[in-house]
């Protein structure tokens, strides 16, 4: 099937340490498309064995042993630049979900969701969407909002400092900050879907950030957003804040 092709060149990595648990989603993975190309069953050795095989995505858990899924993430994302991190935990609990969404995991995924849904969170992540099990996306962006109403410290440089954006790179981080995903922004803006990629990446590396959910907070914290956040009503809409 054609709409399999983008799944066959994503490289996924599954790190978890139930040996059954792991291994069925890698077998899941393996037969919707994706590359498998590792597994691990602790942190130490996910470490190790990412560095070593670059996976365009990592399937994280966040109870492991040897070293924690958050520590595994924060590591991997700064030697990693191009890597994005779907955790997939059995915790719903807030404070696990924005302790993984700041260590700089793209998106969230309970260990109750279906194959279906694990797949589809997998292709949209690869793709640059913050993916979460419902509930979740309206939890993280409402918490970046309070986090944005706190003073900002003060730097011994005032505002010299601060990264320059383009016009257009501006407009395209208030949609994303809007919640709209890169085939609406390509819509509205009437470019194609890989011109809106650029401009994102751009974007996070002038701002020195890692994921869109990072982008939307700092657009928050900037005033460049609007007031009505598609994300953080958590409906079926297609958003850039996705919930699955």
């Known amino acids: 099937m054609t709409e399999s092709t983008p799944e066959r060149t994503t490289r996924v990595m599954v790190v978890d340490d139930h040996p059954m648990w792991r291994d069925a989603v890698a077998r899941d993975l393996g037969a919707a498309g994706f590359?498998?190309?590792a597994t691990a069953g602790d942190g130490q050795q996910a470490v190790r064995r990412a560095v070593a095989v670059t996976p365009d995505v990592l399937v994280l858990d966040l109870n492991l042993p040897?070293?924690?899924?958050?520590?595994?993430?924060?590591?991997?994302?700064?030697?990693?630049?191009?890597?994005?991190v779907l955790v997939l935990s059995a915790s719903g609990e807030h404070a696990?979900?924005?302790?993984?969404?700041?260590?700089?995991a793209t998106g969230y995924l309970l260990k109750s969701a279906s194959t279906e849904e694990l797949t589809d969170?997998?292709?949209?992540?690869a793709a640059g969407d913050p993916v979460f099990t419902p509930g979740l996306a309206g939890l993280v962006l409402g918490e970046y909002r309070r986090l944005a109403t706190d003073p900002a410290p003060a730097t011994e440089q005032g505002e010299s400092k601060a990264p320059r954006l383009t016009e257009r790179e501006t407009e395209v981080l208030r949609l994303v900050a809007k919640g709209l995903s890169y085939k609406q922004i390509a819509e509205r803006l009437v470019i194609s879907h890989r011109t809106v990629q650029n401009h994102v990446q751009?974007?996070?590396?002038?701002?020195?950030?890692?994921?869109?959910?990072?982008?939307?907070?700092?657009?928050?914290?900037?005033?460049?957003d609007t007031p009505d956040v598609p994300g953080l009503h958590d409906g079926p809409a297609e958003s850039g804040a996705t919930a699955v």
């Open 121 to 125: 969170a997998v292709r949209r992540t």
């Open 35 to 37: 590359d498998v190309v």
């Open 96 to 104: 696990d979900v924005l302790e993984a969404v700041k260590s700089g």
């Open 66 to 84: 040897l070293k924690p899924g958050v520590q595994v993430c924060k590591e991997l994302v700064a030697a990693l630049p191009g890597l994005r």
């Open 202 to 224: 751009n974007t996070l590396g002038k701002l020195q950030l890692h994921n869109r959910v990072e982008l939307v907070r700092y657009a928050i914290e900037q005033g460049i």
